[in-house]
């Protein structure tokens, strides 16, 4: 290949006099070189002329074509490479060639199949809505994040946020929070075919909804479009904010205490990105947003409740079930039927018209999560039981309640284990500080039992000196002390008290 300065050199030199047959003498290339520079200013670069013949490849190319029309029908970690493609020909056609042709071959016709996009205009206030997944670090557990996000396409506005797992109430709740966050509701949302959205797509195409997302949709009023089946260029613009997301605001990996604080921290990049001015754009994101939100539509007047609604039944231990997990309940209830709402970090059991228990949601699977107070009733009843109440293994109560159990223990034995028992009972009424703060008063006066102890958390939390002495019961009977004289010990050895 000749360079663009020996070009110009021989070009300038047959423009001032010299001929081509000279200047192929003198720069010691071949006439037709010179031809050719004197028809080209710059090198033209290869140019074939006719395709490539391939004698020995051609009469397998359809041997070819038909595996790899195959192939999409395999898992894509199972499909054909070059190397075996070349290994199949030649072990089981006699193909004589080499490998090379057979990779150029599947090559050429890898391009020649790829998809070819147009490009699209977005008209302000459309959304399009997809979830992605990155490591992170909560409380000092590393874990996988499952982030949504939405994107506004017209400004490139966004919004992100991380829940534990994506299910179907983290897609509500993520909704929720987005279209508060913009302060509108979009007209449209483009989806992927998602099953937390997408029960099911019927012969003609259309969608049958999910129960929690049908009324989700019902309550903010817009249209939902979905792309086509494996297909996520549909949505192009929210595929690439996950990949944006996973880079810029989770590199390095996100260390928090809460998902709370995690996601607090993502609003405030979204935030922050709006002032950006994104290529082929001279306005803000927060400039363009403007238009978006002027073809958005209004909030209704209350935010959808993003949980998903099932009923149960309480087991003999005091359990419901809910999506393979087990939840307590207070052992009242034991054997009714009773309504379970679950929202992303919390679950809500309640029976009639009554919320009954609630706890943080659990993500792993058959795991047990119990609340101790609920337990106290059936263990004060069942005292034997306190050691071994699975419950209660795992309660970390402050050191002064094991002082408190050891001191009612030795004072009454297996009366003193259930009066314990009925001091814990207290957390049904009070908050654990409270009764902590009661229970180390209790040690500190050497009042230990029940009724002192629920005395000094009624003085604790009406904010009253506490009183213990017999006046505060008047209904006991007083006793009178004398002092004995020795006459009444002869009384005694008198032959008539014998």
């Not at 534990?164 to 949302?189: L, M, Q, Y």
């Not at 207290?426 to 009764?435: A, C, V």
């Not at 009178?480 to 010990?489: F, I, P, R």
Request: charged share 25%.
């Amino acid at each position: 290949m000749f360079t663009v300065d020996l070009y110009r050199k021989v070009r300038l030199a047959c423009a001032e006099g010299m001929s081509q047959r000279e200047a192929a003498r003198h720069f010691n290339i071949s006439r037709d070189s010179v031809a050719k520079m004197m028809a080209f200013s710059v090198p033209p670069g290869y140019r074939r002329k006719a395709p490539v013949k391939r004698p020995k490849l051609d009469a397998f190319t359809g041997i070819i074509d038909g595996w790899l029309d195959g192939d999409r029908e395999v898992p894509r970690k199972q499909r054909h490479t070059a190397k075996r493609v070349f290994e199949r020909l030649r072990d089981e056609h006699g193909f004589t060639g080499g490998y090379t042709i057979v990779k150029d071959y599947m090559r050429q016709r890898e391009r020649r199949g790829r998809e070819m996009f147009v490009p699209l205009a977005h008209p302000p206030g459309h959304a399009q809505a997809d979830f992605g997944e990155a490591v992170v670090v909560i409380g000092g557990i590393e874990q996988k994040t499952h982030f949504f996000v939405m994107d506004l396409p017209h400004s490139d506005a966004c919004f992100v946020r991380a829940y534990p797992a994506a299910t179907a109430e983290a897609w509500v709740d993520g909704h929720v929070h987005a279209f508060a966050f913009f302060g509108k509701v979009p007209v449209s949302v483009l989806y992927d075919n998602d099953r937390c959205l997408v029960a099911k797509i019927l012969p003609d195409g259309t969608r049958q909804r999910a129960t929690l997302f049908s009324g989700f949709m019902s309550h903010y009023l817009f249209r939902d479009r979905y792309g086509r089946p494996g297909k996520g260029n549909d949505k192009g613009n929210a595929e690439g904010l996950v990949g944006y997301s996973r880079r810029n605001f989770m590199v390095p990996i996100p260390r928090f205490a809460t998902w709370g604080a995690f996601n607090d921290y993502l609003e405030a990049q979204c935030l922050k990105r709006q002032a950006d001015v994104l290529r082929g754009q001279s306005e803000t994101i927060a400039e363009r947003l403007e238009r978006d939100l002027a073809a958005m539509a209004d909030l209704p007047t209350a935010p959808f409740d993003a949980c998903d609604q099932v009923t149960g039944r309480v087991s003999s231990q005091a359990l419901v079930r809910y999506k393979t997990n087990d939840y307590s309940v207070p052992v009242a209830y034991g054997h009714r039927d009773v309504w379970i709402r679950g929202y992303v970090d919390v679950v809500v059991i309640g029976c009639g018209g009554e919320v009954i228990a609630r706890h943080p949601r659990c993500y792993d699977r058959e795991d047990m999560v119990f609340d101790a107070v609920h337990y106290l009733p059936l263990i004060e009843q069942k005292i034997n039981a306190l050691d071994q109440a699975a419950p209660l293994a795992e309660w970390d109560l402050p050191s002064e309640f094991t002082t408190l159990r050891r001191l009612m223990e030795a004072r009454m034995i297996k009366a003193g284990r259930r009066e314990y028992v009925q001091v814990l009972r207290l957390l049904e009424t009070f908050d654990i500080d409270d009764l902590h703060a009661a229970v180390k008063k209790a040690l500190q006066l050497g009042a230990v039992g029940f009724d002192a102890v629920k005395h000094l958390v009624l003085c604790h939390v009406e904010k009253r000196p506490p009183k213990l002495d017999l006046d505060v019961y008047p209904y006991l009977p007083r006793a009178n002390v004398e002092t004995t004289s020795a006459a009444s010990y002869m009384a005694l050895m008198s032959e008539d008290a014998a």
